[in-house]
């Protein structure tokens, strides 16, 4: 059954402690809200997302990467909390799914489970922990049957103790939920409308609610900078242990960072301590211990240990060592061992980059380009002052700055003659020749 589904992306979340609205937060590359929405997408196309505080940055960001949401603004002056967040409602289909924007460990199957009961009028998830403290509690029978969710601050002492708390998610009979919203009050101590009260509404009508128990770690909601960090720990692990199963060997795999963008492909090995950002693609290589890769494509190849690939490069059939740095350049059939920064460059097959080398890329107002043909033998210690090319078949001597192009077939070499000048050691330090 295809629900319409609410994300309530409303709250202020003061707790996160930043002017980053919540729900912007990331994990592993993408917004917490970025993910609630891309597994809504695989069970809906009737998504509303629920807006208040921030409303302007959240509803920008999410047009840029999403289309077909519907976004309501919570009349939150005269109906504030979770029940008034879904007052404006107007969804599409018979089943209406309430989640929450602070969930980015939800996946579709999670959702589908809510969903599956047609005939109760609100099914919500719940779940045991012995340490209840902060959650409302769900007062129900044996067999899961919900009478009431008390919320902390309302709860008496005796109800404190009750160890199975909600999920804070909900699946309601749109049928229902339209007749029964009008009914909600905010007789609280928070002054607010409550979306669980629809479940004490529901018992007094003689409408059916029923509990769904799902696991506490997948419907974590995000608070603070610290619940962040251990959903993303959650997110990683997930993460990492598809792409094992898939073939990728990891060593150490609980050092490693990998976001949600990166794909693989063939056999691939990952070292203790490698960082894969953003749009990186790896195919058939070796990806040596500490390295960083943003957003670029390595085939082929063995990166590091310690290198960098900064955004928008190309590594393939290459060799780059420890300590090598790669920005927005296309390395093919490369050996740059160690050492050295190639910025705006393009280099060709059979070339060999010297410890030491540097292209010279910006010159104070603009990036300019080098270009390097095929079997190039560059000496330790080069700088290429670009924009600039070097033919095929050069030589660059050590210590070289090269400031103008160089034909095909040449030695480039610009040293300064070598002098000695005796006994300076002495005449400096003052101290008698021995």
Do not use: W
């Not at 959650?135 to 919900?146: F, S």
């Amino acid at each position: 059954m295809r629900p319409s589904i609410a994300i309530m992306a409303a709250g202020l979340g003061t707790r996160m402690k930043s002017s980053t609205p919540k729900v912007l937060h990331k994990l592993c590359g993408y917004t917490m809200l970025h993910h609630i929405l891309k597994e809504a997408q695989s069970l809906s196309d009737d998504i509303h997302v629920v807006l208040f505080h921030h409303s302007e940055d959240i509803k920008a960001e999410l047009l840029k990467k999403f289309a077909g949401l519907h976004i309501v603004i919570q009349n939150h002056e005269r109906f504030p909390g979770t029940g008034g967040a879904i007052m404006g409602l107007k969804p599409k289909y018979n089943r209406v799914l309430v989640l929450s924007g602070d969930m980015p460990l939800l996946q579709t199957e999670d959702m589908r489970l809510l969903c599956q009961d047609e005939n109760t009028d609100i099914v919500m998830g719940a779940f045991y922990t012995n340490k209840p403290k902060g959650y409302g509690r769900v007062l129900a029978d044996d067999e899961l049957h919900v009478k009431e969710i008390v919320e902390e601050k309302d709860a008496d002492e005796e109800q404190k103790k009750v160890k199975l708390v909600n999920a804070g998610v909900y699946s309601f009979n749109t049928h229902f939920l339209n007749k029964m919203l009008p009914k909600l009050d905010n007789n609280n101590a928070q002054k607010e409308y409550y979306i669980t009260d629809l479940i004490k509404l529901a018992n007094e009508y003689g409408n059916s609610v029923k509990a769904v128990l799902v696991e506490e770690n997948t419907f974590m909601g995000i608070n603070s900078k610290a619940q962040l960090a251990a959903a993303e720990s959650i997110m990683q692990n997930r993460i990492k242990h598809t792409l094992m199963k898939e073939g990728v060997i990891m060593r150490l795999p609980e050092t490693i960072y990998i976001e949600m963008g990166v794909t693989f492909e063939g056999e691939n090995i990952l070292e203790n301590g490698v960082t894969l950002l953003g749009k990186t693609h790896i195919q058939n290589s070796h990806i040596k211990s500490h390295t960083r890769i943003e957003s670029s494509t390595v085939i082929d190849s063995s990166v590091g240990p310690f290198a960098h690939v900064r955004p928008y490069s190309l590594v393939k059939n290459s060799h780059i060592g420890n300590f090598v740095e790669i920005k927005k350049s296309t390395l093919t059939g490369v050996k740059a061992g160690h050492l050295s920064y190639l910025g705006d460059a393009v280099i060709d097959e059979g070339t060999n980059v010297g410890c030491g080398t540097i292209t010279c890329n910006y010159d104070g107002k603009e990036k300019h380009q080098t270009i390097i043909g095929k079997n190039v033998f560059i000496g330790s210690d080069t700088q290429f002052i670009a924009p600039i090319e070097v033919g095929d078949d050069v030589i660059i001597a050590a210590g070289t700055t090269v400031t103008k192009n160089v034909p095909k077939g040449s030695l480039a070499i610009n040293r300064a003659p070598l002098k000695f000048i005796k006994d300076f050691f002495y005449k400096r330090f003052g101290v008698d020749k021995k």
